[in-house]
Protein backbone atom coordinates (compact mmCIF):
# COMPACT_ATOMS: atom_id res chain seq x y z
CA UNK A 1 0.00 0.00 0.00
CA UNK A 2 1.36 3.49 -1.11
CA UNK A 3 2.17 5.64 1.94
CA UNK A 4 2.41 8.99 2.17
CA UNK A 5 4.87 11.03 4.36
CA UNK A 6 4.14 13.27 6.84
CA UNK A 7 6.28 15.79 8.28
CA UNK A 8 4.30 16.15 11.61
CA UNK A 9 4.61 14.32 15.17
CA UNK A 10 1.30 12.09 15.04
CA UNK A 11 0.62 10.07 18.12
CA UNK A 12 -0.73 7.52 15.65
CA UNK A 13 -1.35 7.07 12.03
CA UNK A 14 -2.69 4.27 10.20
CA UNK A 15 -3.44 4.26 6.58
CA UNK A 16 -6.50 2.25 4.76
CA UNK A 17 -7.85 2.09 1.62
CA UNK A 18 -11.07 2.65 1.07
CA UNK A 19 -13.76 2.23 -2.09
CA UNK A 20 -12.09 5.07 -4.00
CA UNK A 21 -10.19 7.04 -1.73
CA UNK A 22 -7.18 6.17 1.09
CA UNK A 23 -7.94 7.02 4.83
CA UNK A 24 -5.62 8.77 7.39
CA UNK A 25 -6.37 8.00 10.69
CA UNK A 26 -4.33 10.22 12.96
CA UNK A 27 -3.58 12.24 15.97
CA UNK A 28 -1.93 15.16 16.75
CA UNK A 29 -0.81 17.66 19.88
CA UNK A 30 -2.02 21.15 18.30
CA UNK A 31 -1.04 24.54 19.90
CA UNK A 32 -3.18 27.95 19.66
CA UNK A 33 -1.28 29.21 22.00
CA UNK A 34 -2.35 25.92 24.29
CA UNK A 35 -2.39 22.80 23.59
CA UNK A 36 -4.70 20.63 23.06
CA UNK A 37 -5.21 16.74 21.84
CA UNK A 38 -7.24 15.99 18.79
CA UNK A 39 -7.77 12.82 16.84
CA UNK A 40 -9.26 12.64 12.79
CA UNK A 41 -9.35 11.19 10.07
CA UNK A 42 -8.48 12.41 6.45
CA UNK A 43 -9.81 10.85 3.15
CA UNK A 44 -7.43 11.74 0.02
CA UNK A 45 -8.41 10.94 -2.87
CA UNK A 46 -6.84 8.12 -5.74
CA UNK A 47 -3.91 9.07 -7.58
CA UNK A 48 -2.85 12.22 -4.61
CA UNK A 49 0.75 12.36 -4.97
CA UNK A 50 2.86 13.54 -2.01
CA UNK A 51 4.80 15.07 -4.68
CA UNK A 52 4.13 17.45 -7.90
CA UNK A 53 2.40 20.46 -8.36
CA UNK A 54 -1.21 19.62 -8.10
CA UNK A 55 -2.71 21.02 -5.08
CA UNK A 56 -6.53 19.43 -4.05
CA UNK A 57 -9.73 21.44 -2.33
CA UNK A 58 -10.09 20.48 1.28
CA UNK A 59 -13.09 20.48 3.23
CA UNK A 60 -13.29 20.57 6.95
CA UNK A 61 -16.61 18.39 7.95
CA UNK A 62 -17.83 19.02 11.66
CA UNK A 63 -19.74 15.90 12.85
CA UNK A 64 -22.99 16.29 15.47
CA UNK A 65 -23.15 15.68 19.23
CA UNK A 66 -23.73 12.46 18.48
CA UNK A 67 -20.90 11.50 17.07
CA UNK A 68 -18.62 13.02 20.01
CA UNK A 69 -16.19 10.84 22.25
CA UNK A 70 -13.04 8.74 21.25
CA UNK A 71 -14.41 5.86 18.92
CA UNK A 72 -13.03 7.66 15.67
CA UNK A 73 -14.77 5.47 13.13
CA UNK A 74 -18.11 7.28 13.79
CA UNK A 75 -16.93 10.67 12.37
CA UNK A 76 -18.06 9.22 8.75
CA UNK A 77 -21.41 8.27 10.03
CA UNK A 78 -22.74 11.46 8.44
CA UNK A 79 -21.61 13.85 6.46
CA UNK A 80 -20.07 14.28 2.60
CA UNK A 81 -17.20 11.30 2.88
CA UNK A 82 -19.02 8.53 0.40
CA UNK A 83 -20.71 11.25 -2.00
CA UNK A 84 -16.96 12.75 -2.39
CA UNK A 85 -15.22 8.75 -2.66
CA UNK A 86 -18.48 7.69 -4.51
CA UNK A 87 -18.15 10.30 -7.32
CA UNK A 88 -14.55 10.44 -7.36
CA UNK A 89 -14.24 14.05 -6.62
CA UNK A 90 -10.52 14.91 -6.30
CA UNK A 91 -10.72 16.69 -2.63
CA UNK A 92 -9.15 15.81 0.41
CA UNK A 93 -11.51 15.94 3.57
CA UNK A 94 -10.40 16.08 7.23
CA UNK A 95 -13.11 14.97 9.92
CA UNK A 96 -12.08 15.41 13.59
CA UNK A 97 -13.74 14.15 16.34
CA UNK A 98 -15.25 16.25 19.11
CA UNK A 99 -14.26 14.58 22.89
CA UNK A 100 -17.11 13.34 24.54
CA UNK A 101 -18.81 16.16 26.79
CA UNK A 102 -17.59 19.09 25.02
CA UNK A 103 -18.27 21.25 21.59
CA UNK A 104 -16.67 22.63 19.27
CA UNK A 105 -13.30 24.16 20.20
CA UNK A 106 -12.89 26.60 17.08
CA UNK A 107 -9.38 27.83 18.12
CA UNK A 108 -8.30 24.44 17.79
CA UNK A 109 -10.19 23.62 14.42
CA UNK A 110 -8.10 26.42 12.92
CA UNK A 111 -4.83 25.18 14.37
CA UNK A 112 -5.59 21.82 12.44
CA UNK A 113 -6.62 23.16 9.23
CA UNK A 114 -2.89 24.87 9.23
CA UNK A 115 -1.62 21.27 10.23
CA UNK A 116 -3.25 20.02 7.70
CA UNK A 117 -2.60 22.28 5.19
CA UNK A 118 1.09 22.35 6.12
CA UNK A 119 1.45 18.43 5.47
CA UNK A 120 -0.91 17.36 2.51
CA UNK A 121 -1.18 19.11 -0.68
CA UNK A 122 -3.98 21.58 -0.35
CA UNK A 123 -5.22 24.45 -2.62
CA UNK A 124 -5.11 26.92 0.11
CA UNK A 125 -8.04 29.09 -2.33
CA UNK A 126 -10.11 26.65 -1.70
CA UNK A 127 -10.40 25.52 1.92
CA UNK A 128 -14.10 24.66 2.58
CA UNK A 129 -15.86 23.99 6.18
CA UNK A 130 -19.57 22.12 6.80
CA UNK A 131 -20.94 20.72 9.48
CA UNK A 132 -24.58 19.35 10.11
CA UNK A 133 -26.28 20.02 13.71
CA UNK A 134 -23.59 20.88 16.36
CA UNK A 135 -21.34 21.07 13.40
CA UNK A 136 -23.59 23.58 12.19
CA UNK A 137 -22.88 25.86 14.95
CA UNK A 138 -19.50 25.17 15.04
CA UNK A 139 -19.18 26.47 11.34
CA UNK A 140 -21.05 29.48 12.02
CA UNK A 141 -18.27 29.87 14.65
CA UNK A 142 -15.54 29.28 12.40
CA UNK A 143 -16.94 31.98 9.98
CA UNK A 144 -17.66 34.69 12.97
CA UNK A 145 -13.80 33.90 13.92
CA UNK A 146 -11.82 33.57 10.61
CA UNK A 147 -13.71 35.25 7.87
CA UNK A 148 -11.35 35.06 5.28
CA UNK A 149 -9.90 31.31 6.01
CA UNK A 150 -12.78 29.68 4.16
CA UNK A 151 -13.50 29.79 0.38
CA UNK A 152 -17.44 28.70 1.35
CA UNK A 153 -19.17 26.99 3.96
CA UNK A 154 -21.93 25.13 4.36
CA UNK A 155 -23.81 24.99 7.71
CA UNK A 156 -27.05 22.27 8.28
CA UNK A 157 -29.28 22.38 11.01
CA UNK A 158 -27.11 24.94 13.02
CA UNK A 159 -27.25 28.11 14.50
CA UNK A 160 -24.93 31.74 15.52
CA UNK A 161 -25.77 34.96 16.18
CA UNK A 162 -27.03 37.31 13.62
CA UNK A 163 -25.10 40.00 15.33
CA UNK A 164 -21.90 38.54 13.76
CA UNK A 165 -22.48 38.38 9.91
CA UNK A 166 -21.07 41.51 8.54
CA UNK A 167 -17.55 40.31 8.77
CA UNK A 168 -18.19 37.19 6.47
CA UNK A 169 -21.30 38.36 4.66
CA UNK A 170 -18.47 38.01 1.53
CA UNK A 171 -17.93 34.11 2.25
CA UNK A 172 -20.30 31.79 -0.20
CA UNK A 173 -22.79 30.51 2.41
CA UNK A 174 -24.84 27.75 1.39
CA UNK A 175 -27.45 27.05 4.57
CA UNK A 176 -29.66 23.90 4.93
CA UNK A 177 -32.28 23.06 7.51
CA UNK A 178 -35.76 20.75 7.94
CA UNK A 179 -38.83 22.45 8.09
CA UNK A 180 -39.79 20.18 11.19
CA UNK A 181 -36.66 20.28 12.88
CA UNK A 182 -37.71 20.01 16.67
CA UNK A 183 -34.17 19.61 17.79
CA UNK A 184 -32.52 22.85 16.22
CA UNK A 185 -35.80 24.92 14.86
CA UNK A 186 -35.45 26.24 10.92
CA UNK A 187 -35.77 30.17 12.83
CA UNK A 188 -31.88 29.11 13.53
CA UNK A 189 -30.75 28.90 10.27
CA UNK A 190 -33.49 31.70 9.10
CA UNK A 191 -32.54 34.55 11.61
CA UNK A 192 -28.66 34.15 10.06
CA UNK A 193 -29.86 33.71 6.69
CA UNK A 194 -32.23 37.02 6.93
CA UNK A 195 -29.19 39.10 8.67
CA UNK A 196 -27.47 38.23 5.80
CA UNK A 197 -29.56 38.95 3.14
CA UNK A 198 -29.37 42.64 4.91
CA UNK A 199 -26.09 43.50 4.31
CA UNK A 200 -26.59 42.29 0.34
CA UNK A 201 -24.87 38.82 1.02
CA UNK A 202 -25.56 36.41 -1.78
CA UNK A 203 -26.70 33.42 1.01
CA UNK A 204 -28.25 30.42 -0.52
CA UNK A 205 -30.87 28.76 1.65
CA UNK A 206 -32.62 25.32 1.17
CA UNK A 207 -35.46 24.70 3.66
CA UNK A 208 -36.61 20.93 3.47
CA UNK A 209 -40.70 21.61 4.31
CA UNK A 210 -40.58 17.88 5.26
CA UNK A 211 -37.33 17.13 6.69
CA UNK A 212 -37.08 16.83 10.60
CA UNK A 213 -33.48 16.96 11.91
CA UNK A 214 -31.85 15.14 9.61
CA UNK A 215 -31.97 17.69 6.79
CA UNK A 216 -27.94 16.29 5.95
CA UNK A 217 -28.65 13.29 4.29
CA UNK A 218 -30.63 15.31 1.50
CA UNK A 219 -28.49 18.24 1.50
CA UNK A 220 -25.05 16.09 1.63
CA UNK A 221 -26.38 13.41 -1.16
CA UNK A 222 -27.51 16.15 -3.25
CA UNK A 223 -24.61 16.56 -6.12
CA UNK A 224 -25.19 20.46 -7.15
CA UNK A 225 -24.12 21.30 -3.58
CA UNK A 226 -20.48 19.42 -4.91
CA UNK A 227 -20.61 21.79 -7.82
CA UNK A 228 -21.58 24.74 -6.41
CA UNK A 229 -18.86 24.21 -3.42
CA UNK A 230 -16.06 23.18 -5.71
CA UNK A 231 -16.50 26.28 -7.78
CA UNK A 232 -15.80 28.92 -5.00
CA UNK A 233 -12.49 29.93 -4.66
CA UNK A 234 -10.71 33.17 -2.89
CA UNK A 235 -8.78 35.23 -4.25
CA UNK A 236 -5.05 34.61 -4.10
CA UNK A 237 -3.80 36.43 -0.82
CA UNK A 238 -6.12 37.21 0.96
Known amino acids: MRRIPLLIPLAFLV ?4 ANSEEIIASAELTYPKTVSMQYVVDIPNGYEAEGEQRYPL ?21 PHKYIADNRLPVIVVSPQCPAGQRWDTQALLALVDKIEADFRVDGT ?7 SM ?29 AVESFKDVPIWV ?14 QQMVDALKATG ?21 DSALYTWLLQKKRAAGE
Open 201 to 221: SPVKFTLYPNANHDSWTAAYG
Open 176 to 189: FHGGKDVIVPAEQS
Open 59 to 79: VLFLHGAGERGSKLSVVKKHG
Open 15 to 18: FCTI
Open 126 to 132: RIYVTGL
Open 135 to 163: GGFGTWDLLRLAPKRFAAAVPICGGGSPK
